[in-house]
């Protein structure tokens, strides 16, 4: 599969992946499923090493991101950012191909079909290769919703929420209670601490900028759940 030469952040279920060239990472993102869900690979262009957000669907496509070259990318680490199986049904193909180690917070980790080998709280970090990753859990989506954030030292930073923000609003909740929690928690530990050039990446769909979103928060929180 080849990956558009210019990144929007726009892929078409069942096309072909976009790839974005940072200059210490490497973002592939790809449509798969029946539920156009979002996966990412992340590859340290200085080591060679991989890391896939969700492996939602279609275990051979996300195969074929690494490639078959010999010079490919090492899949070290899958982390599933949150419980819902439109998330992980790849999970169990990859992780055995792979023999990566998979990754999630404890609150959700006892619905994956992989018990990971490593559990994340928030707060953690996660390497991707000489890059890092850093863990924010994002309450109310599901009990361990997680966030990855990277901050790029030559540019702005790049977040992966998973269904916990998209444009246009926090993701799915349950009750008020749980609305209330993830709103506050998206509003504290990502658009008050982090500046309106990031970038995020959500579990499905386009991308967007803290910026283009955060003049909508009173909105949302007015709109409710």
Not at 86 to 93: E, N, R, S, V, Y
Not at 140 to 168: E, W
Not at 172 to 188: I, R, Y
């Amino acid at each position: 599969m080849e990956a558009y030469e210019q990144y929007t952040g726009h892929v078409e279920p069942g096309g072909a992946p976009a790839k974005r060239v940072l200059d210490a990472l490497t973002i592939t993102k790809v449509s798969v499923g029946p539920m156009d869900n979002n996966a990412y690979l992340l590859t340290c262009r200085g080591t060679g090493d991989a890391l896939l957000i969700d492996a939602a669907n279609d275990s051979e496509r996300l195969a074929d991101l690494l490639g078959h070259d010999d010079d490919r990318p090492r899949l070290r680490t899958i982390v599933t950012t949150h419980q819902h199986s439109d998330h992980w049904q790849a999970l169990g193909a990859v992780a055995g191909q792979t023999g990566c180690y998979t990754l999630a917070h404890p609150a959700d980790a006892g619905e994956l079909p992989v018990p990971p080998d490593r559990l994340v709280n928030h707060g953690d970090v996660v390497p991707v290769g000489d890059a890092e990753l850093q863990v924010i859990h994002l309450r109310g989506h599901t009990p361990g919703s997680i966030a990855l954030l990277y901050r790029d030292p030559a540019g702005h930073p790049h977040l992966f929420t998973g269904d916990s923000l998209f444009p246009g609003g926090v993701g799915k909740t349950g009750s008020p209670e749980d609305f209330t929690s993830l709103l506050d928690d998206v509003e504290n530990r990502i658009f008050a601490e982090l500046p309106d050039d990031t970038w995020f990446y959500p579990g499905h769909g386009d991308d967007s900028t803290l910026g283009e979103q955060r003049p909508h928060l009173a909105e949302w929180r007015e709109r409710g759940w």
